[in-house]
């Protein structure tokens, strides 16, 4: 598939993909913002903001599950890059780099949640 196919531009409030929909594609900043957010109702909850050079999507791609949160373009002229199952697996398998910076990020974000979770336990 010729690189350009993967490359898609969003606007302003663009939704790139919704929270419970399935996908098996991960996506990589090139230019822009993207919020990832809960959305409930009217209400949206920005989880995180990520510009050039990060990744998003990744547990989809990885586990093929649903998406469990709402990716929103943030800024104009936003661009991103999909990587599909195969070409992500493929990466994983000839790029150890690739995979290292893939678990990195997912141990960071992981980490960032469990701390959330345990500043809001123990508030309550």
Not at 70 to 78: D, F, G, L, R
């Amino acid at each position: 598939m010729a690189i350009e196919k993967c490359i898609n531009e969003f606007d302003v409030g663009d939704v790139i993909f919704e929270e419970g929909s399935r996908g098996r594609e991960l996506y990589v900043v090139l230019d822009g913002e993207v919020e990832i957010a809960k959305i409930d109702g009217a209400a949206k909850t920005v989880i995180v903001t990520l510009g050039k050079g990060e990744f998003f999507g990744e547990m989809a791609v990885i586990d093929g599950s649903s998406r469990s949160a709402t990716a929103i373009a943030a800024s104009p002229k936003t661009r991103v890059m999909r990587i599909n199952h195969a070409r992500f697996v493929y990466l994983v398998s000839q790029q150890p780099a690739f995979a290292l910076m893939i678990m990195d990020a997912l141990s960071k974000r992981l980490r960032v949640s469990n701390d959330r979770t345990f500043r809001t336990a123990a508030s309550q």
